[in-house]
Nanobody, 118 residues
Framework: QVQLVESGGGLVQAGGSLRLSCAAS????????MGWYRQAPGKQRELVAS???????NYVDSVKGRFTISGDSAKSTVYLQMNSLKPDDTAVYYC????????????WGLGTQVTVSS
């Protein structure tokens, strides 16, 4: 089992920045991929960014050049640095972890709200 706890959400004006953190605990050595999904009201869940245990990153096109995902293995924490935020980035952001290669996700955090005002 893996437990994930997100932090760092909040309210920010358009053009501003936030950094989300996701701290993992439990069977962390089984984690293959970690990342972030987001879901806005009335919209489908969207994969925002991911990072593999080998450091390979992936981003949805809409955040490329603005968001950066990184990991600190010593702290078992993944970060999502979000710059140049737009109102369209407003959503609940969920951290996830994959322990079975090929799965889209195996464990979720409870989510953290990000609100970008115009």
């Amino acid at each position: 089992q893996v437990q994930l706890v997100e932090s760092g959400g909040g309210l920010v004006q358009a053009g501003g920045s936030l950094r989300l953190s996701c701290a993992a605990s439990g069977d962390i050595f089984s984690i293959y991929v970690m990342g972030w999904y987001r879901q806005a009201p009335g919209k489908q869940r969207e994969l925002v960014a991911s990072i593999t245990s080998g450091g390979t990153t992936n981003y949805v096109d809409s955040v490329k050049g603005r968001f950066t995902i990184s990991g600190d293995s010593a702290k078992s924490t993944v970060y999502l640095q979000m710059n140049s935020l737009k109102p369209d980035d407003t959503a609940v952001y969920y951290c996830y972890a994959v322990v079975n290669p090929g799965d889209d996700y195996d464990f979720w955090g409870l989510g953290t709200q990000v609100t970008v005002s115009s």
